[in-house]
């Protein structure tokens, strides 16, 4: 990433809680030469219907992990994880390589999962001659990772726009690395009764209504879910790393694309000795050379990217049913008075897809619900906007 684009992104307002999202005076404009890139995963209602919701996550995932690779940024460019799709604001830098590599990620999810993509690029200049934007903020998770938070249309106007055009038609495919992204923790169980995926977007009639709409969610949901960390999905006693090959195997097929048997040998070798020796490493908070592996599983819990803001609040709950009931009966309410449309799907548990940069604080944890978190809120979500006729 070029100096000027570092200066930009470490010229961020940076928020001192999450509450503070619904603040929109303190985002920044993305540059109107920048770039967003995104992906979504055409039908992944119908994979996760299948069994495939890992698959789905890990797709979703793959462009925030080649992208960052790509450009070999100090700090993670700005991203936002949806599930089944992701989207990223990139500077105006090789930007006919960074074609090449999102057309890659898209051959290479439907080589390894036979999940069809949808990728795709348009730049902030063309957003805004379209009537739509986005800022950006940053969220500081600890010293070494931030979140990123996007205020404005342009995110669910560009999620729907590379849906319906081919932007990287005839794109040569470049070869993506997709190093760091893995996919080795077990499922973790909420320690209540469910875990519940929830999208809440907010149709004030300007800025002000929208945030005071946000001002009354967040109330809401502190009242009946607690702090954050209350609901945090991710608790550092239940994380377990899993040695069942299916889910290592999502991993494996999407690691070693474009596949050959060296590749495919190698890449399982490699995993079989970091899941032996991470499991001893963390057991017994051995420190090495260039980690203390004793600081990893807090860590990940505190790098966990559970709760986001992107054109509307997006979290993941763990809680009772009773929760879920009580705050779907306030959303319901909102809803018949148009202020807001929802989506929430309950699971018995949360996931999480990570991507890893160095094992010592530098990671990232992506977090959904099991049996199709996100992409099924996000389906309620749709329907319910459509009968407002947003």
Request: proline share 0%; charged share 25%.
């Given at each position: 990433m070029s100096t000027h684009s570092k200066k930009f992104y470490e010229s961020l307002k940076v928020l001192p809680s999450f509450r503070e999202v619904?603040?929109?005076?303190?985002?920044?404009p993305l540059p109107d030469d920048w770039f967003v890139a995104l992906a979504d995963i055409r039908g992944s209602t119908d994979a996760i219907r299948l069994g495939k919701y890992k698959e789905v996550n890990m797709a979703g995932a793959s462009i925030i992990a080649?992208?960052?690779?790509?450009?070999?940024?100090e700090n993670l460019l700005p991203y936002l994880f949806g599930g089944d799709g992701s989207l990223i604001a990139l500077p105006n830098e090789n930007i006919g390589k960074v074609k090449g590599i999102m057309a890659f990620c898209r051959r290479a999810v439907k080589d390894a999962y036979g999940l069809e993509m949808a990728v795709g690029l348009i730049s902030m200049k063309e957003l805004r001659d379209k009537g739509h934007d986005i800022s950006v903020a940053r969220l500081q998770l600890s010293d070494v990772i931030d979140q990123t938070i996007f205020w404005g249309s342009g995110v669910t106007f560009a999620e729907n726009y590379i849906k319906e055009n081919d932007t990287l038609k005839d794109i040569h495919p470049v070869e993506a690395d997709f190093s760091g992204l893995e996919c080795r923790w077990s499922q973790v169980p909420s320690d209540k009764d469910e875990v519940s995926?929830?999208?809440?977007?907010?149709?004030?009639?300007?800025?002000?209504?929208?945030?005071?709409i946000y001002e009354?969610?967040?109330r809401r949901i502190e009242s009946i879910y607690g702090s954050d960390e209350s609901f945090h999905p991710i608790r550092e006693h239940a994380l377990q790393m899993t040695a069942n090959p299916l889910l290592l195997g999502v991993e494996w097929k999407l690691r070693t694309q474009p596949p050959t048997i060296l590749k495919k040998i190698k890449h399982a070798a490699m995993m079989v000795f970091q899941l032996v020796t991470g499991i001893y490493l963390m057991r017994f908070k051995k420190k090495t050379s260039a980690t203390n592996w004793g600081d990893y599983k807090s860590d990940l819990v505190r790098h966990a990217d559970y709760k986001k803001f992107g054109d509307g609040l997006r979290f993941v709950a763990t809680g009772t049913i009773q929760q879920r009931m009580d705050l779907t009966a306030f959303l319901d309410d909102m809803y018949r008075q148009k202020k807001l449309a929802y989506g929430v799907h309950p699971s018995f548990a949360a996931m999480v897809t990570c991507y890893v940069r160095n094992h010592q604080s530098n990671h990232i944890h992506f977090v959904d619900g099991t049996d199709g978190g996100y992409a099924k809120a996000s389906q309620e979500l749709k329907n319910r906007r459509s009968q407002l006729e947003i």
């Open positions: 619904s603040n929109h005076e303190l985002y920044t080649a992208l960052n690779n790509f450009y070999e940024g995926a929830y999208i809440i977007q907010a149709f004030g009639r300007d800025e002000e209504e929208s945030v005071e009354e969610c967040f």
